[in-house]
């Protein structure tokens, strides 16, 4: 009961990459630098499992940025052709690179993290991809008739990927769709449908992360906008409860969502955002295990896993290690409570 988890990204050590930043310089090259982002994946995995963090993950330490971690070993993408684009209608602009041929796999992409992990671990274990719709809002594109048929055409690609994860035996595949939360229209038009297609034929729990995005100004700004109430979540989550993906996971911690929305989830297991990635403040515990228990007023208990808002990586290290232990031991208080 109320497994614990985390939404993906970790903070990289200095030693590995330039720390608080979202598209970090790695420090070193070549197979010293496959060892420092192995090195780190350890270092992470500890702290999850003395945090009492149950499905843990790599914390993205062998990826720079969750989608181009994956774009980069694809083909069909021209990376000097920078093309720049408005993420996120136009929350902020990032000069991307450009899809000019149908894509493909040119080998595994993940398999050495996830074999890494996977040795180093005896808790289950998640593994984040990034999800058709939001790739498709994080690369230009110029082959592809329109946004939807590119969004088929990476999901197949996600699809590959996926079944080897689960063959390596990755337990949870997540998808992170934060574009969920922008183009609410797009979702229930084709987005679902792509991610039905990323899951094809799966065995393993499947996840979408839906959130407002890290901590960055971009988001923090963008969220200003947003008004008293966020109800984005309303408009896409009656099509998420109707789909097949597993777990759904969303912001309830310190964020403008109205609580009541996730009682949309009925058919879902759901990841509660119990820590604030926006906020440099740890968490106490008691502020954690308050989350949880608000969210189990519309989410049966044994539905919840508690998580954290979205990833870490742009946190200080010990602030996100500390969130890490809050989460664990709020989720505890919790348990205890159910079991008094
Ligand atoms: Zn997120």
């Not at 992409?109 to 180093?120: E, G, M």
């Not at 063959?167 to 797009?186: H, K, L, R, S």
Request: with cysteine; glycine share 8%.
């Amino acid at each position: 009961m109320l497994e614990t988890t985390i939404a993906g990204s970790l903070p990289k050590p200095s030693w590995l990459a330039e720390p608080e930043t979202l598209w970090p310089e790695w420090k070193s090259e070549g197979d010293a630098l496959i060892e420092a982002k192995k090195d780190a994946a350890l270092v992470w995995l500890k702290e999850q499992e003395d945090a009492g963090i149950d499905i843990v993950g790599d914390g993205e330490q062998f990826r720079t940025h969750f989608v181009h971690g994956f774009l980069e070993k694809i083909g069909g993408i021209d990376w000097d052709l920078k093309t720049p684009m408005g993420i996120r209608n136009d929350r902020y602009t990032v000069d991307v690179p450009t899809v000019t041929g149908a894509v493909h796999r040119k080998g595994p992409v993940h398999d050495l993290d996830a074999r890494h992990t996977r040795a180093h671990t005896d808790h289950k274990m998640k593994f984040t991809l990034p999800g058709p719709m939001t790739i498709c809002d994080t690369i230009a594109n110029a082959h592809y008739d329109n946004r939807p048929e590119m969004a088929m055409a990476f999901a197949k690609l996600l699809n590959e990927e996926a079944k080897e994860l689960e063959a390596i035996g990755v337990d949870v595949i997540q998808f992170d769709e934060p574009a969920f939360n922008v183009f609410t229209e797009d979702v229930k038009e084709w987005g679902i449908a792509a991610l039905h297609q990323a899951i094809d034929g799966l065995n393993c729990t499947t996840a979408v992360h839906i959130c407002y995005g890290y901590g960055i100004q971009a988001n923090i700004d963008w969220k200003e906008t947003l008004g008293d109430e966020w109800r984005q979540y309303e408009e896409i989550f009656p099509a998420l409860n109707d789909s097949r993906i597993d777990q759904v996971s969303l912001e309830c911690a310190d964020s403008h969502v109205p609580l009541e929305l996730i009682g949309l989830l009925k058919n879902k297991q759901v990841m509660v955002g119990a820590i604030d990635v926006a906020s440099t403040e740890i968490e106490s515990p008691e502020k954690v295990a308050d989350t949880i228990r608000k969210a189990m007023a519309y989410v049966d208990a044994d539905r919840v896993l508690p998580c954290t808002n979205c990833g870490m990586a742009p946190l200080n290290r010990s602030v996100a290690a500390g969130k890490l232990k809050a989460l664990g031991a709020g989720a505890r208080i919790v348990r205890n409570e159910l079991a008094g």
